[in-house]
């Protein structure tokens, strides 16, 4: 029987297709293949097998006369943009041998070009592979052309991320007004569940086609007859493609190796997504630290307390960043697996564990120290190593994840984690207890504009705990995602949506003020209006933003809506016990795990095809069971728009509680941050994602 250990090793025998083909070449890589490179060995790997350089995919990058070889990595499309910056790069260069290396399979070429019917060889890469040889000015030169799915990146032994699929999110309520917009009056869908693929825009049907491919070739690569379920409508999409994929058909029929997996899209829990309840380290790592430029995932770590270099305006730019990605270090590997799925504060004492074994071992002068766990403490221990090169180099791996933690601890803004968590919990309570409109109200006072509301000078806040625009934004969803629940909308009187309607008014006023007040724009202000500085963002771009971000929110808390028995993951107060929230995915593999097996309604069995709508047709006149999610010795979670730390541990717990031993791997499409979530919500990258049309 195949373990978990199996299916994570996949990308890395994927990258050792590539490296095959890198040996005295320089290699020109986009983010996302990088991305997903950095977690399966780093740049390391392709120097070590013989590569000149690595170089960024871009038209003002170019080689010498002396590297005659370039190898071209791309998780895009061979249209558009990504050849005209291929064509830029020969152009300037010397090549004698090309070889290009897309994470799109073939079949979703020959879509892209308009060719419906199966074809025998690889036409479009042979076509490519001609053009190649003509933009280095010889046919006589050798280019080669191939699809490698090198689209995985294994962040720990319990997850598999597809930094490729980073922006592909559920669609929502606006995606179902804009799809409607295009077809004639007769034929729009009533809701979500109705859309089908063809109906979607044509670059959310390549990427759904091409992420179906990447899991065909895993299954495929492992033997595994996979029987595919799906909770949401983007699932249902995703699960019906692997289906019907092609060559699906034949590999099920022949597989050795059984599994299920349930799509399910991030859409059924918003709330988990964007509370700070997770309790979990690395999400506050991921929360408060820079990300690693270029990556989804990953974050920077300031390695100068490891060196002797003093601290200057200039001194961020003189030493590379540390990272979380230690694949090289069996060591930096279980402690980053204990951050991951551990509570925060056993997290914490793993890292000071390690840190001192690690000095212990290399008999340096440490101290130790019982009870709490400071930042101060974790950077002494660490500074102990800046006497030792072979020490810090032997634990480099340890060290960064060390001085993550450390940083994370001593942050000026992870107070804020703390007052996020403290009002999520005061909302949660009252929803229960007040009207929707009261519990609006008390959003009001908190928006608080820098500089005062009467002042004409922007002014910064009081204390770094105070809340800022993404703070606010966050309160907001983690609110209306839960609104309707709390207060089933068939409870709201005329005069109580009108006071909604107003006071939504109110709060978009004051949240535009709070926006243009700002002297710095977040990451998450600079995606939600286009603008990346103050000066750019006027008062009408602010409201306009805000605007759209409220019709967003009025549809969240009905994304459960057509479920039958998963439909809340709110618990109210009964005057014993406070109000709670219910982990939908907890609600899942409580369904999954249970002993008596009864069948879900809300999952939907997705492998069956004709053969299962003929069932389902005469189960009026006989017993027709349908597979169970639970029947398989191996189980996948593909959480569709992301899943947080929090939420593995949660897995990690309800497996060992309900059915230890099973294997569960989970797969998604990036590991959240809590202002992941608004970006993903309030922008239209979900519906046209750039994959090279």
Not at 180 to 208: C, T, W, Y
Not at 298 to 305: A, P, T
Not at 374 to 382: A, I, K, W
Not at 614 to 624: A, I, R, Y
Request: net charge negative; hydrophobic share 40%; glycine share 6%.
């Amino acid at each position: 029987m195949l373990t978990t250990e199996d299916y994570t090793h996949f990308p890395v025998q994927m990258w050792e297709r590539v490296l095959s083909k890198v040996k005295k070449a320089v290699v020109f890589m986009d983010d996302k293949c990088a991305e997903s490179l950095h977690w399966c060995g780093g740049a390391a790997v392709l120097l070590e097998a013989g590569a000149r350089n690595l170089k960024q995919f871009s038209s003002f990058e170019a080689c010498g006369v002396n590297e005659p070889k370039a190898v071209f990595v791309v998780s895009t499309l061979l249209k558009g943009t990504t050849v005209e910056i291929i064509k830029d790069i020969i152009s300037l260069s010397h090549f004698q041998y090309c070889v290009v290396i897309t994470t799109v399979a073939h079949s979703v070429h020959l879509l892209a070009n308009n060719v419906t019917t199966e074809m025998e060889g690889s036409p479009v890469f042979e076509q490519f592979e001609e053009k190649l040889c003509e933009w280095m000015g010889n046919m006589n030169y050798t280019a080669e052309v191939m699809h490698v799915p090198v689209v995985f990146a294994p962040v720990s032994q319990q997850l598999l991320l597809t930094p490729m699929f980073a922006h592909l999110f559920p669609l929502l309520p606006p995606d179902l007004e804009s799809i409607n917009a295009k077809r004639p009056e007769k034929k729009r869908f009533g809701s979500l569940l109705d859309v089908d693929m063809n109906s979607l825009p044509v670059e959310l049907q390549f990427e759904i086609k091409s992420l179906a491919s990447v899991l065909n070739s895993v299954f495929e690569a492992t033997g595994t007859r996979e029987e595919s379920f799906a909770v949401g409508p983007m699932s249902r999409i995703i699960a019906g493609e692997l289906a019907n994929h092609p060559q699906a058909k034949n590999r099920r029929k022949a597989a050795p190796n059984k599994a299920s997996i349930i799509f399910v899209d991030r859409t059924m829990d918003i709330t988990g997504a964007v509370g700070h309840h997770g309790d979990n380290l690395v999400e506050k790592i991921l929360s408060v630290l820079k990300p690693l430029p270029g990556h989804v995932t990953d974050i920077q770590v300031d390695m100068l307390e490891l060196t002797s270099l003093q601290r200057t305006p200039h001194s961020q730019t003189t030493l590379a960043p540390g990272c979380l990605a230690q694949t090289q270090s069996p060591a930096a590997q279980t402690l980053w697996e204990a951050m991951l799925t551990n509570k925060h504060k056993e997290g914490v004492m793993e890292v000071r564990r390690q840190l001192v074994e690690t000095a212990s071992k290399e008999k340096l002068p440490i101290k130790m120290s019982m009870g709490r766990v400071t930042p101060e403490q974790l950077c002494s221990y660490m500074q102990l190593f800046k006497s030792s090169w072979g020490a810090l180099e032997s634990h480099c791996g340890v060290l960064q994840l060390g001085l993550a933690t450390a940083q994370t601890l001593r942050h000026p803004s992870l107070p804020r984690w703390d007052a996020c968590l403290a009002f999520e919990r005061l909302l949660l309570q009252a929803l229960g207890d007040s009207d929707f409109p009261a519990v609006l109200k008390q959003l009001l006072p908190l928006m608080k504009p820098r500089g005062g509301e009467d002042s004409t000078t922007s002014g910064s806040r009081s204390g770094e705990d105070e809340s800022g625009p993404d703070e606010m934004i966050l309160l907001l969803v983690y609110l209306y995602s839960l609104a309707d629940e709390a207060q089933p909308a068939d409870q709201d009187t005329e005069e109580e949506e009108e006071e909604v309607e107003k006071l939504e008014r109110e709060l978009i006023g004051v949240l535009t003020l709070v926006l243009t007040r700002e002297i710095e724009l977040s990451p998450l202000v600079q995606k939600l209006t286009g603008c990346e500085n103050p000066e750019e963002l006027t008062t009408e771009r602010a409201h306009s933003a805000v605007e759209k971000m409220f019709d967003t929110l009025r549809g969240l808390s009905h994304a459960r809506d057509h479920l039958k028995q998963l439909r809340s993951v709110y618990t109210a107060s009964d005057g014993v016990h406070q109000a709670t929230y219910r982990p939908f995915l907890r609600q899942i593999l409580e369904e999954v795990f249970r002993p008596d097996r009864p069948e879900c309604p809300d999952i939907d069995y997705m492998s069956g095809g004709l053969t299962d709508l003929l069932k389902t047709g005469f189960s009026m006149f006989m017993k027709v069971s349908r597979p169970h999610p639970g029947d398989n010795p191996l189980l996948f979670l593909f959480l569709v728009g992301g899943v947080t730390p929090a939420e593995l541990r949660l897995i990690k717990e309800s497996v060992s509680t309900h059915k230890p031993g099973t294997q569960v791997l989970v797969l998604s499409t990036r590991l959240l941050r809590p202002t992941d979530i608004p970006e993903l919500l309030f922008t239209t990258q979900r519906l046209l994602p750039d994959i090279g049309v």
